[in-house]
């Protein structure tokens, strides 16, 4: 199989700009910092996308966790430096059970919102609530994958919450301590209104936001009144950098502290450069194919495992991700641990006979397969799936790759496919299942996925029995079902690096979403420049 062929002109644009780099580092040492040589002055950040909104509520994306993480307490938090999940207290002290559908939740006392105004028991409960109630269409997916189980948050008194549920919450600790249900000031959001608010939001965290131009470019400053670990940075700035070459050029000549979205063919480009250093890692998610299961080409779903059983993920990973990144073999995290992960079902496999034989089955008749991706957005989602293109056309589909600059421009009547990544949100089945595949989800919502009667029951056991035993099997069903069906395509879990200064204490958080940018106290430190 040939190589594809990859971003290699940048090792020579980017010779000189090694030796810029190293040049301009060193003048920075004496003017970083207003000539105070503090480098926990500012932090700057090189990032591949960045989002529209600052309302947590509103987007789940991943370009939104880089931010929305910095920006947003939670009632319940996750150790980042834990290597196993643990949670602890967020905005709330103490939570506990009732009752079969109640939860009680002690807030932290003097918590200040950014305005110096004091968090009350009536902020989280207005946060919480109008998600539940879909008080902008943008709170679809958070409350369908977050709350869908919650009926109402009853504030009790000042400093007290009730968490009502439809049924037994055995996730709780999962759900609320995802960025996305971050908590905002509601006298603030009230008297400017939702969309104003989502462009400066008032929160209670350790960074508040003072500039903002949606999709281009964050600022953020340190909130000294913070009632936690003192944020590291006085000052950190996102600014969108759609291409790789100018990122690295950003970090090279040290316009950057920080960038995101290395690929693995441009590591050997920092080799020879000491004020840089690599931090890489596999994700825990996977880069994949939503099929549009409502399109008349893509509707058959023996068509659809044919696609999948033509796609040699091992020679895709091999050759683009230079053997880094980890090609789909079921469809699973061993997060899950030993009781929900479940060896005899890494079933993907690379079988193009067999492709050819469902092929022949199926009703397809020489239609083109329209891959829709979204420009600068995953990195090698286009340069995969020419290589998919070509692999398909070898048991005689025909495959066109569509590029977009936005998921809004897909033309779902046109689409067959689009490219999107299922990441783990929470160490559980469902961290993965109901964030993407609920029955009232995002690509159920948009016609993507059309799940059946019994998909339905199979997925309401499996994410709220508290029997382990039903549970295991309504997921093994459900894996069947995905199999069967093949509703989406699994192709591998990426490999990507951060680049950064030397003098930049950082690592990859543990227990937090992929893509999550980890700048509170205790997680990242600086150095002089």
Same mark, same amino acid.
């Given at each position: ?16 700009v090694?030796? #810029?780099?190293s ?9 970083a ?30 370009a ?35 009752d ?7 807030l ?10 004091? #968090? ?29 189980n ?83 940075f ?72 044919? /696609?999948?059983l ?48 469902? /092929? ?41 790759l ?27 089945? #469902? ?29 309401e ?12 099997? $309504? ?12 509703p ?10 951060? $680049? ?25 430190? $600086?150095?002089?420049?």
């Amino acid at each position: 199989m040939k190589k594809f062929e990859r971003r290699t002109y940048l090792v020579a644009i980017l010779s000189t700009v090694i030796f #810029m780099g190293s040049l301009a580092v060193s003048f920075r040492t004496a003017a970083a910092a207003g000539g105070t040589g503090d480098s926990s002055a500012e932090l700057r950040i090189g990032v591949q996308t960045l989002p529209d909104t600052l309302d947590a509520n509103a987007s789940v994306s991943n370009a939104g966790i880089q931010v929305y993480y910095n920006i947003y307490d939670t009632l319940i938090m996750r150790d980042s430096s834990s290597e196993t999940l643990a949670f602890k207290p967020g905005i709330a002290l103490e939570w506990k059970q009732t009752d079969e559908l109640a939860w009680e939740i002690k807030l932290r006392p003097n918590v200040k919102f950014h305005d110096g105004s004091i #968090m009350t028991a009536e902020d989280v409960a207005y946060s919480l609530n109008r998600v539940i109630a879909e008080e902008d269409p943008a709170y679809v997916t958070a409350h369908s994958y977050l709350l869908a189980n919650f009926r109402e948050f009853e504030v009790v008194d000042a400093l007290t919450l009730k968490a009502h549920t439809f049924k037994n919450e055995p996730l709780l600790e999962h759900l609320l301590s995802d960025p996305n249900a971050g908590v905002t000031s509601k006298n603030y959001a009230e008297k400017v209104g939702i969309d104003k608010a989502a462009l400066a939001p008032i929160t209670t965290a350790p960074y508040k936001v003072t500039g903002f131009e949606p999709g281009q470019k964050v600022t953020l400053e340190r909130f000294d009144d913070y009632w936690g670990d003192r944020a590291p940075f006085a000052k950190v700035s996102y600014t969108l950098i759609p291409e790789i070459a100018s990122r690295i050029t950003a970090v090279m000549t040290g316009e950057m502290d920080m960038i995101t979205n290395i690929p693995p063919d441009q590591d050997g480009v920092f080799e020879e450069n000491d004020k840089i250093k690599l931090i890489g890692t596999i994700f825990p998610m996977y880069h994949i194919y939503c099929f549009v299961t409502s399109n008349p080409v893509t509707d058959d779903a023996k068509l659809r495992r044919a /696609l999948d059983l033509a796609i040699d993920r091992q020679a895709i990973t091999a050759s683009l991700w230079e053997g880094k990144a980890e090609p789909a073999i079921a469809y699973q995290f061993k997060n899950y641990g030993e009781t929900l992960y479940f060896p005899d079902k890494e079933d993907i496999k690379y079988d193009p006979e067999e492709a050819k034989k469902l /092929l022949a089955e199926s009703d397809y008749n020489g239609e083109s397969v329209q891959i829709y991706n979204v420009s600068n957005y995953y990195t090698y989602a286009d340069l995969a799936a020419q290589a998919v293109i070509d692999m398909w056309k070898k048991i005689g589909v025909k495959g066109e790759l569509i590029e977009v600059d936005s998921y809004t421009a897909i033309d779902r009547k046109k689409a067959g496919i689009r490219t999107w990544s299922n990441p783990l949100y929470y160490n559980d089945p #469902m961290g993965v299942i109901e964030r993407h595949w609920s029955p009232k989800g995002e690509a159920a919502n948009q016609k993507e996925f059309l799940p059946t009667e019994e998909y339905i029951t199979q997925f309401e056991t499996a994410r709220y029995s508290s029997d382990t035993g039903e549970r295991v099997k $309504a997921l093994r069903w459900m894996l069947d079902y995905f199999r069967s069906e093949t509703p989406f395509i699994y192709l591998y879990k990426p490999y990507e690096s951060l $680049a950064v200064r030397q003098g930049i204490d950082y690592r990859i958080p543990f227990n937090l979403r992929a893509h999550t940018l980890g700048l509170r106290g205790g997680e990242i430190s $600086a150095s002089a420049r």
